[in-house]
């Protein structure tokens, strides 16, 4: 399987995510869809990152994959300040799916 589609199938899983957490996460700020985009794009790069699916995101998905809260608080731009709780959701419910297990060992 090709990267690409690897990362096409974290995208799926985090959009889903993401349109659930609209829906029963009452503590989700409001977003706009170019902010949702951006939501969804670096939720994707999280879980890439955390599973070693094409290459490792920048500082701020490092930080958070990490662990570090201080270095994302001081490396998130003004829509993942408000999201940071989202990302942490999204780290411990979503779990790789075996098709992508199978593809990254």
Sequence with gaps: ????????IVRKL???FYQDSLVWDYSMPPMNSEQGQ???QIGTSILCTK??????????????????????VGRADATNIKMLPFYCKLIYNVGMPMELAE???
């Excluded at 399987?1 to 096409?8: P, T």
């Excluded at 599973?51 to 809260?69: E, I, K, M, R």
């Design 1 to 8: 399987m090709e990267v690409a589609d690897q990362i096409q």
């Design 14 to 16: 985090v959009e889903k």
């Design 38 to 40: 951006h939501v969804i």
């Design 51 to 72: 599973w070693n699916v094409g290459y490792p995101g920048g500082s701020f998905v490092q930080a958070v994959v990490d662990n570090d809260l201080m270095a994302a």
């Design 103 to 105: 593809a990254v060992k």
